[in-house]
């Protein structure tokens, strides 16, 4: 029963902090994200949670939602950035919001996100996105209206753009092009790939001729497909080299799934930009059903939203992808965008309909716990010394400053197997073949145990942990048998969550 009243007085707290206007704290103890995980270790702690200084830089970009539009509000969402401990933030501009009037720029909402985000080690990561539907050609203010197509409206554009470059440079290093300019409204793409490709390097030129050494990023491209990368690239000749990075997007229910076409990606990559690097720059998961939008006619919660999002994140991370994390705070969508208001609930922040923040979900606290072991302190073994027999099971091995070894596996679903029929070798899926649901996280917490082989050292005091929870258990001695060729540890738990061993000194515990 004691579990009962505290979940009641909990909810009752929270019930009577939104009627006051006060909004959630987030919680700080070994139990704030806890589930019923039950594993056959003994529990020693909880990974402290860290703000953006202790942190420092990492792999990851939290999305700041669309405040070009209002669908949130920032500064009922800023003071859980810092906690979170991501330092950088992407942020569209928004054009439509800024220049209501033909020749009165007013940015003043801008620059106040962006020098609250320096002046708390956050650094903005601005997106060229949207059009202005004030000046013909110039395109509209929202994603399925297209990109600025006359003369007229790409004279306007280019302004735009050249006072941006002129009023954030010095403050500004990193920029994204045009949101997702590949999307389709009914079934047709509104702007070719060589639309894509001219509109991207115009906007590159103007931003490079204010701040030559400013971090471009192109393309941000709505869908993953090697063909489509390879087709607004290419028309960019030698211009491809204004840019850093080259962003995709691309949501499947399965976040390991998207790593199939991950080699052909590559391969574009090195042909055409061989100095550029991928980066996935919008992905995330609901905390509930949705009738609509990506992910959607799904069954969600918060928990397989927590383990979508984490498996996500390290799966960029253990294919050197920079990654974007979708989002801070859920969506209020609201008319032209949609003909009634619409909740995309893919933030780790609950809103309601006043844009008020009324909860934390799982999936903060869960990207906390990562953020604070996975970040610059950390480093990839591209040729990994440990292996685990269940194909399963996704594995990547990672080293500490110091020299310590860490090691993140989670089930991802998908058993690729081989069968021969008359002479023809074949490749199948052994758990569900072509189901595209085979390897969605869920809401089981059950636990399976594996062996893992390691070419290494014995670990003197080796911890399993769960980064949903960020508890942290004692692996025993018997569970680890040093041999000549190395190191076997045996009966090591895992399910469809990210869980890592390490040493307990490379963690910093409550």
Known sequence: MKVKYATIIGLL????????????????????????????????????????????????????APVDRDFVDFDKYRDYLEPLGVNKIRILTGWAKSEKVKGKVDVAWLDHIVDWCLAHDINPLLELSYGNPIYPGAGGAGLADGIPNTPEGLKEWDRWVDFLANHFKGRVKEWAMWNEPDNKVNNV??????????????????????????????????????????????????????????????YRSNPDGTYDTDAARKAVIAKYAPHAKLRQGENGAPSEFLATLAMSRRPWSELSQAKWDLRRALGDLGHDLE??????????????????????????????????????????YAIQNMVSVFNSNLVRVPEKKVSVTDPSVALFEYQTRKGEPLFVFWYKGKVICTSRKGGVRTEYDAVIDNDPENGKPGDSLTTREHIFEWGGRLLENPVWVDLITGWVYEIPAENQIQHADGITFVRIPAYDSPCFVTEREALDLL
């Open 323 to 364: 990654s974007g994390l979708f989002c801070i705070v859920d969506i209020n969508y609201a008319p032209p965008t949609f003909e009634v208001p619409f909740c995309n609930r893919k933030g780790y922040l609950r809103l309601n309909s006043r844009n008020d923040i009324i909860q934390v979900k799982r999936a903060y």
């Open 189 to 250: 793409m509104i702007n070719t790939p060589d639309m894509i490709a001219a509109f991207n390097v115009r906007s590159a030129k103007i931003l490079k001729k204010h701040m030559p050494d400013c971090r471009l990023h192109g393309l941000s491209l709505a869908t993953s497909l090697p063909e489509r990368l390879e087709q607004c690239i290419k028309p960019m000749g030698e211009d491809v080299k204004l840019f850093d990075t080259f962003i995709y997007h691309g």
């Open 13 to 64: 707290g929270l019930a009577a902090s939104v009627a006051m206007g006060t909004p959630p704290l987030i919680k700080m103890g070994p139990n704030r994200n806890a589930t019923q995980l039950q594993v056959q270790l003994k529990k020693i702690g909880c990974l402290k949670p860290k703000s953006v200084k202790e942190v420092g830089d990492s792999n990851f970009t939290i999305d700041g």
